[in-house]
């Protein structure tokens, strides 16, 4: 019996590795799918929301008394703002308010602050933003006959561009006509051209 059992023993270990080379290989694992690139969403911009900022610049311009001679005016100016966007797709409109210290003081004609409300409406490439602006402007006038507010309006376009993600600086320009303000009964015209650089931050 021990003969036997070695026998059958020894018979495995060598027939054993003839056998499996007699069966047929394993099924190959099926095909993989090729990896789909899905780029990665770009993301834009937003323009939305309620800003503050600070603004300067210089202001040159015109006053032409009527029945007399113009003469020019300019002087630095800066101050502060508030406004707040709305974007749909590239399209962005607003609304903003500034008032600025003005330093105009030429042939006995001061005007020491400048203000406007304007509209704003213009188009966003990322974070780039191109506008048109008009609406609204508000300036003392005071000259040897007396004192007086004027009130008259103002167009101007500028660039916008956001730096950060809640900052943005922009350069514009302001064309602003007082055209018929009275001081102690003397009438003129005031025409007034503002370049200025400005701060926002966005909420």
């Known amino acids: 019996m021990k003969r036997i059992l070695i026998a059958g023993t020894f018979a495995l270990s060598v027939g054993g590795p003839a056998l499996a080379a007699d069966l047929p290989p394993p099924p190959a694992p099926p095909p993989r799918a090729p990896a789909t690139y899905v780029p990665a969403a770009v993301q834009y911009y937003n323009w939305t929301g309620i800003y503050i900022g600070i603004n300067g610049g210089y202001n040159f311009g015109t006053v032409s008394p009527t029945g007399a001679g113009s003469f020019n005016t300019n002087g630095f100016l800066g101050g502060g703002t508030f406004g707040g966007n709305y974007q749909m797709g590239g399209l962005v409109i607003g609304i903003e308010g500034d008032a600025d210290y003005n330093s105009v003081n030429n042939n006995g004609f001061k005007s020491d602050w400048l203000a406007t409300v304007r509209g704003r409406a213009g188009w966003a490439f990322d974070r ?3 506008y048109g602006t008009g609406g609204g402007a508000f300036a003392p006038a005071s000259v040897a006959a007396g004192n007086a507010t004027m009130m008259g309006w103002t167009v101007g376009a500028g660039i916008e561009w956001a730096f950060a993600q809640n900052w943005s ?8 006509d007082f055209p018929s303000p009275s001081v102690g009964g003397v009438s003129f015209t005031d025409a ?6 400005g701060l926002n931050y966005k909420f």
């Open 128 to 130: 780039i933003l191109f």
């Open 192 to 197: 007034e051209n503002v370049i200025r650089v």
């Open 169 to 176: 600086a922009k350069v514009e320009y302001l064309y602003v």
